[in-house]
């Protein structure tokens, strides 16, 4: 087993919300009558479903309430566990799936007062992402506003299916004021449903979306390179969370390829689809997906030209690995010490500000 | 990838590959509009000509998203004698089945009755063509061989003219393409498959098509190079629907092609697809082996466009996992995007592996002796 070093930044835990109600004593009144008088449910997305074996490692889940609700068990299990410095916490509620701008306001905003109350307030490790209302272009901007002025926050998080691909124009003054504010986009694993959940329509099974994420971050990395985000905010950065990895290198060979050939469309792309994500995109460890041999991980490693690109994270409470093998075998220390510290480090500029939190 | 800049001669050059080869992706075009018609009954002329074809996009003329090329083919594809490029088998023969040395061509024809609204129509016109490719191609000459296209969105129909061409030696294989109203794997196009395994032909799958879904989980993106290099997404949540809706399990001696889509994404999906279902496999009980053995057992892949690697032992790589017996060449003459044979494969391929590569795996899977 490749052991973990103590003082890493695990970019990846998902707290959950209890319920609906638990966000109640975070709305205004309006609000609150709301989901009181209309009798709303649960926000819980089809991409995790609570009981679904991919939601929850067996050992991490709770004798009652939803997997990741309990900030003991993450310490325990998580934090503690693996001498965790910082984590950063990406809250999968379903407040994007609301088709209501006003209404997804109202939540995405309880939903970060929520995570620094009960979360960040009560760890010091702990840090947030911004969740927005991608409903309005206006109000994500005002709630990333809002929220960064709390330092805790170190990033502004998007799902990876949405209405839109994330290349598109529309979606610019979100990025502005992220990279303005330091903030690193984080785009997670998850569908708003607004649109079928694969490239080519709606599967039949929860094991066909959940396979399907891994061809929406392809499909996303190229709207945001060939749109040209990064030629507009060459300072911002982007995360891709629980995305896999090992699809990355066959995915730039031929994004690569087509480029050479037809980038005469898209003449602001300067620099080369590689070049751009070495300096611009990011990826989290969890899930690997690859065989448990060490040789053709390093392979993989090797293939995709780089050792600065992935952050280490747990993916806490999803199922992803076995006992403490967070890491994959076969990591030199080297590498090991990049992923859990020194990657982290360089993309999310605010975690160096611990010290001068108050 | 090819685009010519500069003027070159008509008749091209030999590659200098002296080998044979198999080329298992050629598009045949129609020279002029109405060459379809004589294989076609006469309400479709009038219907054509009124309402138009009526697919599952917007634009009553040319493609949603505008090709890089005219017709996405090559400038130097032109025929003297006029029409688009890929509508003369002379040609053709010309400038790429002789001087490729091309022993086997398998024909793909894009221009379909697949993905039509209108399902009588998209029956009728698929007919024809599966006419059209005997009478204008397949007949006169033989390295040529035919693939059936259906109408896909009807099961049931399809199936039908799978039966009629069963036996049929100007064909080899069933052709579908890969976006289409629901992913392939859904039950509505089983039918497909039942007769395509019945009439022991295989299923290929070429990118494109559209099929009323956005082109990407996100909705529609807005640039070519998206629609292009996203083939290859589309082409995995294609192949995920087939293992995971138990078409392999359901139809043992089924094989299909992935065309044009890439393969460099094979290895990451199927680990991805084994990964998943250690947890999640009593979702779907009807699949009795892991993802990956089905991918191993049911599925060729086509070459062009090649993966382009900057090491060229990170392509050997990816194919070891996938396998030298799985790989089928193809130029996707006269695309602009056509692969050269003899630039295709790096250095330092054995010499079994290359006539695997470029032939036999081929002529294995195809039946074509």
């Known amino acids: 087993m490749t052991s973990p070093i103590p003082g890493g930044v695990d970019c990846d835990l998902h707290p959950a919300v209890p319920h609906l109600t638990s966000l109640l004593p975070y709305m205004n009144g309006y609000w609150r009558d709301q989901v009181t008088t209309r009798g709303m449910t649960d926000l819980v997305s089809q991409s995790y479903p609570v009981n679904s074996p991919i939601s929850s490692r067996p050992d991490w889940r709770l004798a009652q309430g939803k997997p990741g609700s309990s900030l003991a068990d993450m310490q325990a299990q998580a934090l503690d566990k693996f001498g965790t410095a910082y984590g950063i916490c990406n809250p999968l509620y379903g407040v994007q799936m609301v088709f209501s701008e006003d209404m997804a306001t109202a939540f995405c905003r309880a939903l970060n007062d929520w995570l620094v109350k009960e979360w960040l307030d009560k760890d010091d490790r702990l840090r947030g992402s911004i969740v927005i209302p991608v409903q309005s272009i206006e109000k994500s901007v005002a709630e990333i506003e809002r929220c960064a002025e709390d330092k805790r926050f170190v990033q502004v998080l998007m799902l990876v299916m949405g209405d839109m691909p994330l290349g598109k124009r529309h979606y610019w003054p979100i990025y502005a004021a992220a990279e303005r504010l330091g903030l690193p986009i984080g785009i997670h694993a998850g569908s708003a449903y607004h649109n079928p ?14 396979v399907a994420q891994a061809q929406a971050f392809q499909t996303q990395l190229t709207s945001l390179i060939v749109e040209g985000v990064f030629a507009r905010h060459p300072a911002l950065k982007m995360v891709m969370l629980e995305s896999g990895f090992t699809w990355l290198a066959p995915f730039l060979w031929r994004l690569h390829k087509f480029w050479r050939g037809i980038r005469m469309e898209t003449p602001w792309v300067d620099r080369a689809p590689l070049e751009i994500v070495r300096s611009n995109i990011r990826f989290s460890l969890q ?31 999803h199922w992803q690995f076995e006992g403490d093998a967070v890491l994959p075998e076969g990591l030199s220390p080297d590498l090991v010490r990049k992923i859990m510290i020194d990657n982290p480090l360089a993309t999310y500029s605010r975690l160096r500000v611990k010290e001068t939190t108050p | 990838m090819n685009i010519q800049i500069r003027e070159r001669p008509q008749s091209a050059a030999s590659t200098g590959l002296k080998t044979a080869i198999a080329d298992c992706d050629i598009h045949p075009a129609r020279a002029t509009k109405d060459e379809l018609y004589p294989f076609l009954a006469k309400r479709w002329h009038s219907h054509l000509e009124t309402f138009g074809a009526g697919p599952h996009h917007g634009m009553m003329e040319g493609p949603p998203f505008p090709k890089a090329q005219p017709n996405a083919s090559r400038r130097d594809a032109y025929p003297p004698e006029g029409g688009p490029q890929g509508s003369s088998l002379s040609f053709m023969q010309k400038q790429h089945l002789d001087p490729n040395n091309v022993a086997l061509g398998v024909l793909n024809p894009l221009a379909t009755g697949q993905g039509l609204r209108n399902h009588d129509l998209a029956a009728a016109i698929c007919s024809a063509v599966n006419d059209w490719q005997i009478e204008k191609w397949t007949s006169k000459d033989s390295r040529l061989k035919g693939s059936v296209v259906v109408p896909n969105e009807d099961g049931v129909a399809a199936a039908a003219e799978i039966r009629k061409r069963a036996g049929d030696k100007n064909f080899v294989q069933v052709l579908l393409l890969s976006r289409n109203a629901e992913p392939l794997g859904q039950r509505r196009y089983w039918p497909i498959y039942e007769a395509a395994q019945e009439a022991g032909l295989p299923v290929g799958v070429h990118a494109f098509g559209y099929g009323g879904n956005p082109i990407t989980a996100s909705g529609w993106p807005s640039y070519y190079i998206e629609e292009m290099v996203g083939h290859s997404q589309c082409q995995q949540s294609v192949l995920a629907s087939l293992v995971l809706e138990g078409v392999f399990a359901r139809f043992p001696k089924l094989k299909m092609v992935m065309v044009e889509a890439g393969f460099g994404w094979a290895p990451s999906l199927a680990w991805r697809l084994d990964k998943v279902f250690s947890k999640l496999h009593a979702e779907v009980p009807h699949l009795k082996r892991r993802p990956s053995e089905y991918i191993r057992d049911h599925i060729w892949w086509t070459t062009q466009p090649m993966e382009d690697p900057e090491s060229r032992d990170h392509l050997f790589q990816v194919i070891e996992w996938i396998g030298w017996d799985r790989l089928l060449f193809a130029t996707d003459y006269p695309h602009w995007d056509f692969d050269e044979p003899s630039r295709v494969l790096p250095a330092g391929v054995s010499d079994a592996n290359k006539q695997a590569f470029y032939l036999d795996n081929a002529k294995k899977l195809y039946g074509v002796s």
């Open chain 1, 197 to 210: 959940p694969t490239t080519v329509g709606w599967g039949s099974y929860h094991i066909e979306d959940y």
């Open chain 1, 287 to 317: 899930p690997v997906d690859a065989p448990p041999e060490p040789d053709t991980l390093n392979r993989l490693f090797d293939h995709m030209q780089s050792d600065e690109l992935i952050l280490f994270s747990t993916d806490y409470p």
